[in-house]
């Protein structure tokens, strides 16, 4: 069949607002979750990540919270600036010896000057 | 330090045609997983690589191979290239292996079959 072009959540901040991404994952025996940047023309960049044995993870103003029971995690970036201008996607990667990611569709963040 | 180097960065290919990318992780790093992205399917595993044995693989027909050498560094082939196989392959590096340790990404090859 002919193949379409994913449809990316959007969101757009002003800057110095605060944003906040969603993603849904679907593996209960995901147990490592981490949140990556990609930026036009670039590799993902790593930001932030969370092992199953925690609900909240602060980096430098990012913040990362995990809810087990609904299988959601959500990134939230503090004043949001137009270098955060870019593709975020989450990934997840189940317990035991997997060593691959999972990664979600991605949710493009626009921040607007 | 350095870090992920793909290359080459571009490419175009004919159909039928093979391809060879090569990643050259962080060093110390001896995992190292290759994915491939589009817009259709978005970023999606290939296979993981540590210490030159194969971990695990994806979905993908048996046209996709690697390998990994003794110095961690890895090639990906396609074989009879196809259309749909144009698409971003990047690599990922880490320590122990996405999901026990932090993987960092390379800028990717871009591969385009006409």
């Known amino acids: 069949g002919e193949s379409v072009g994913l449809h990316l959540p959007t969101l757009s901040v002003q800057e110095g607002d605060n944003s906040i991404i969603n993603c849904a994952y679907s593996?209960?025996?995901?147990?490592?979750f981490i949140w990556y940047k990609q930026e036009s023309g670039k590799g993902p960049q790593f930001i932030i990540d969370i092992r199953s044995n925690m609900d909240k993870r602060q980096g430098q103003r990012v913040t990362v919270l995990l809810n087990k029971t609904v299988k959601h995690l959500s990134l939230q970036i503090a004043a949001t600036q137009p270098g955060d201008s870019a593709v975020y996607f989450c990934a997840e990667t189940g317990g035991g010896s997997n060593y691959k990611l999972t990664f979600g569709k991605g949710t493009l963040l626009t921040v607007n000057p | 330090k350095a870090g992920v180097t793909q290359t080459p960065r571009y490419l175009i290919k004919t159909r039928g045609q093979q391809v060879t990318l090569s990643c050259s992780p962080i060093s110390g790093h001896r995992s190292v997983s290759w994915y491939q992205q589009t817009p259709g399917q978005g970023l999606q595993f290939l296979f993981e690589y540590f210490s030159e044995t194969q971990r695990n693989k994806g979905n993908f027909p048996g046209r996709f191979s690697g390998r990994q050498f003794s110095n961690s560094r890895s090639e990906m082939n396609v074989s009879t290239l196809e259309l749909g196989d144009s698409a971003l392959y990047l690599c990922?590096?880490?320590?122990?292996?996405?999901?026990?340790?932090?993987?960092?990404f390379g800028q990717g090859t871009r591969l385009t079959v006409v």
């Open positions: 990922a590096s880490s320590f122990g292996g996405s999901g026990y340790t932090e993987a960092f």
């Open positions: 593996n209960s025996a995901s147990d490592y």
